[in-house]
T-cell receptor, first 116, second 113 residues
Framework: GAGVSQSPSNKVTEKGKDVELRCDPI?????LYWYRQRLGQGLEFLIY????????KSGLPSDRFSAERTGESVSTLTIQRTQQEDSAVYLC??????????????FGDGTRLSIL | AQSVAQPEDQVNVAEGNPLTVKCTYS??????LFWYVQYPNRGLQFLLK??????LVKGSYGFEAEFNKSQTSFHLKKPSALVSDSALYFC???????????FGAGTTVTVRA
């Protein structure tokens, strides 16, 4: 498809397990972002990738969270030893690289993560 | 402190009436401002943005927004609301060279038939 694709759409797991979330950006989009959306709240920035530059990890809430992206392709967000407070919708977005940073971000439908 | 504020958690209007969703910001400099809409169980969809120039910005689905520097506001408007406009609306900002978006907490819009 032409949009940002995320998988799985829903994930239910037990506390303490590791989870891996996948994001496939729009082809040609060099910038990729991960956000977390807790119930009834706005979006919380997690991490930003731009091409082969070092990612901006300033939003990752703890060292249990990590993300990878190879070049300008798929990204995975990994949460180790999940906790109940990790329950949220994890949204991925991509955008064109633009010098001024004013390109709109295009979002996937998210992964709804529930930790039992 | 949150840099983007959406003072209303909920907005309720009748179909055909004007719709306004408020957004104010509290940062110095010249931010880029964005509006996004989120339908249930979906990601955010871009509506419009203000970068520079004309203070009135037109976007998708008949929406527009007015940038007011003196009031540090960027309110979203639609002259005649539709039931299908019922959704969650987010205001966001960033700055030149900073790709991170800061989002408001969102406003739930309900348009009744």
């Amino acid at each position: 498809g032409a949009g940002v694709s995320q998988s799985p759409s829903n994930k239910v797991t037990e506390k303490g397990k590791d989870v891996e979330l996948r994001c496939d950006p729009i082809s040609g989009h060099t910038a990729l972002y991960w956000y977390r959306q807790r119930l009834g709240q706005g979006l919380e920035f997690l991490i930003y990738f731009q091409g082969n530059s070092a990612p901006d990890k300033s939003g990752l809430p703890s060292d249990r969270f990590s993300a990878e992206r190879t070049g300008e392709s798929v990204s995975t967000l990994t949460i180790q030893r999940t906790q109940q407070e990790d329950s949220a919708v994890y949204l991925c977005a991509s955008s064109l690289r633009e010098r001024g940073g004013n390109q709109p971000q295009h979002f996937g439908d998210g992964t709804r993560l529930s930790i039992l | 402190a949150q840099s983007v504020a959406q003072p209303e958690d909920q907005v309720n209007v009748a179909e055909g009436n004007p719709l306004t969703v408020k957004c104010t910001y509290s940062v110095s400099g010249n931010p880029y401002l964005f509006w996004y809409v989120q339908y249930p169980n979906r990601g955010l969809q871009f509506l419009l943005k203000y970068i520079t120039g004309d203070n009135l910005v037109k976007g998708s689905y008949g929406f527009e927004a007015e940038f007011n520097k003196s009031q540090t506001s960027f309110h979203l408007k639609k002259p005649s609301a539709l039931v299908s406009d019922s959704a969650l609306y987010f205001c966001a900002l960033n700055f030149a060279g900073d790709y991170k978006l800061s989002f408001g907490a969102g406003t739930t819009v309900t348009v009744r038939a």
